[in-house]
């Protein structure tokens, strides 16, 4: 909630924004301590399809590169990482960005005047009024900039996370336990790193009644109108979101497909 308001206010202004701090008191003043938590229903709903998907096509995708790797005589290099995990970030995030848009409305809904907001009740209920007042297709609008976010975030998260453990492994008297911990934090803030100017332009797009032409136009804009830093304000929020998230969603992977597949690892 934070990081979506911190990535629109201001929009079209220089100079330095609200910190999140601030965004979170305004936000807690207004709609109360609760309204920090509207749009859970979507982000449940965008983890259950964008997360499960996208580690199953990065497990899949990097067992054929590994299977590939090995007929070969030699063993998988980070470049087929990274791949794996670009084209598993970008297939699960065009299945899943109606779940995207639902999280944005939901999440952005409060910024405007009372008369004005569209008071969803449930990522279902907004679902639904979207594709019957909008059409169809915009659940799927700024899925540019959520597929590239989605393999940014991959190619950080995932690609890393799996160099990080080949090359702890191979230069480190580390324990398992302790490189797969690592790792995971190397990875989220790689993730981080990627992908947050793209999930700016993401929010954006999807807010709703949107000024941009699209991704390059909504890029030009920020660039031209709040300069080039804009694109990573809230950097501290949005890691202290993906860093926990990627460490605790990469550790319980890896040791389930560990459990599952003793032989294979992420």
């Not at 207004?30 to 499960?52: C, H, K, M, P, V």
């Not at 299977?67 to 070969?72: D, T």
């Not at 087929?80 to 084209?87: I, N």
């Not at 659940?139 to 890393?160: D, E």
Request: glycine share 10%; charged share 20%.
């Amino acid at each position: 909630m934070v990081k979506v308001r911190l990535q629109l206010l201001g929009e079209g202004a220089a100079g330095k924004g609200q910190s999140p701090l601030a965004v979170a008191q305004k936000i807690i003043a207004e709609d109360g301590f609760f309204s920090l938590y509207n749009g859970i229903s979507a982000a449940w709903l965008r983890q259950a399809s964008y997360a499960t998907l996208r580690l199953g096509f990065f497990d899949r995708f990097l067992a054929f590169a590994t299977s590939r790797a090995e007929q070969q005589g030699r063993s998988v290099g980070f470049s087929e990482r990274a791949m794996a995990g670009l084209s598993a970030g970008g297939l699960a995030a065009a299945i899943a960005n109606p779940a995207e848009v639902a999280l944005i409305r939901l999440q952005s809904d409060g910024m405007k005047p009372r008369e004005q907001r569209a008071n969803y009740r449930s990522v279902v209920d907004a679902l639904t009024r979207i594709a019957k007042s909008e059409g169809i297709t915009a659940l799927w609008s700024g899925s540019y900039p959520t597929i590239v976010r989605a393999m940014a975030t991959n190619f950080g998260q995932l690609a890393f996370f799996s160099e990080s453990k080949h090359q702890l492994k191979q230069r480190t008297a580390m324990s398992d336990r302790n490189i797969t911990f690592a790792a995971s934090g190397i990875a989220g803030f790689f993730a981080s790193f990627f992908s947050l100017p793209f999930d700016f332009l993401k929010t954006r797009l999807q807010r709703g009644g949107s000024q941009y032409g699209g991704m390059i136009d909504c890029a030009v804009q920020a660039y031209r109108k709040e300069g080039l830093l804009r694109f990573y304000r809230g950097f501290g929020t949005y890691f202290f979101r993906i860093a926990p998230h990627s460490i605790i969603t990469l550790i319980v992977a890896d040791n389930v497909t560990s459990y599952m597949k003793p032989a294979r690892v992420l």
